[in-house]
């Protein structure tokens, strides 16, 4: 069965601001998150960098960029008079994927204030668990973008779910790493967080792809 685009009312015939706007927003996440990607994989090889600190720069930038955009969405849906169930939900999605991109920029910033000293061999699973924390991210915002155009959201929502779930088992098998490790507790707790913060993103992909799917199965025909 067919789901009415926003509805009922097509407002992205009335106005392409909205549209690209909201468009901009998700592009923003996965621009933010190739950064993010690249900026841990450079001080995972060579410390904070200029390199690395000039992306956590281009991150906080493009976040930045989300808030603003998100109030304009914001505005623009009480402009056009979406129905206030529909609106709510809108909002509710939006300000749980933007939460995606904070989490980047802490994560970078935490990085850059504490800069954690990350034993070789948990590196390795490191650079899987972002791997997969962006792929996870990216099947969100391809779910999002295929809701706002009336179509089924099953496959991304499933592809983030499955995706969240291997980032969970990586961070168990990195923890327990750390514990093993024999260096101070200090540091151990430290790189214990380090994991714990870059296995929060996937967790926030998986609230936003709950409450797509709770939009999708209200929101139908």
């Known amino acids: ?6 509805l009922g009312l097509d407002i992205f015939k009335k106005t392409h601001e909205l549209e690209k706007m909201i468009t901009a927003f998700l592009l923003n996440i996965i621009q933010a998150g190739i950064f993010y990607g690249q900026a841990m994989k450079i001080y995972l090889e060579e410390g904070a960098s200029s390199s690395f600190l000039e992306l956590v720069h281009k991150v906080s930038t493009l976040e930045a960029e989300n808030d603003a955009y998100r109030r304009k969405i914001e505005n623009n849906l009480y402009q056009y008079m979406i129905l206030p169930d529909m609106r709510s939900d809108i909002l509710k999605l939006l300000e749980m ?3 995606v991109i904070n989490k980047y920029e802490s994560n970078l910033l935490v990085v850059s204030v504490e800069k954690p000293k ?3 061999s948990l590196k390795e699973g490191l650079i899987k668990m972002i791997h997969w924390d962006l792929e996870c991210v990216g099947s969100l915002v391809s779910g999002v973008r295929t809701f706002f155009s009336g179509k089924s959201i099953k496959e991304f929502t499933l592809q983030t779910y499955t995706t969240e779930h291997f980032v969970d088992e990586e961070a168990l098998k990195l923890k327990e790493m750390v514990f093993n490790e024999k260096i101070e507790l200090a540091r151990q707790i430290q790189l214990k967080e ?5 296995e929060k993103i996937s967790d926030i992909a998986e609230d936003a792809a709950d409450i ?3 939009m999708a199965v209200k929101h139908a025909l």
């Open 1 to 6: 069965m067919k789901r009415k685009t926003l």
């Open 97 to 99: 994927c933007d939460k």
């Open 118 to 120: 990350v034993f070789t």
């Open 194 to 198: 380090f994991v714990y913060h870059i």
């Open 212 to 214: 797509l799917n709770i």
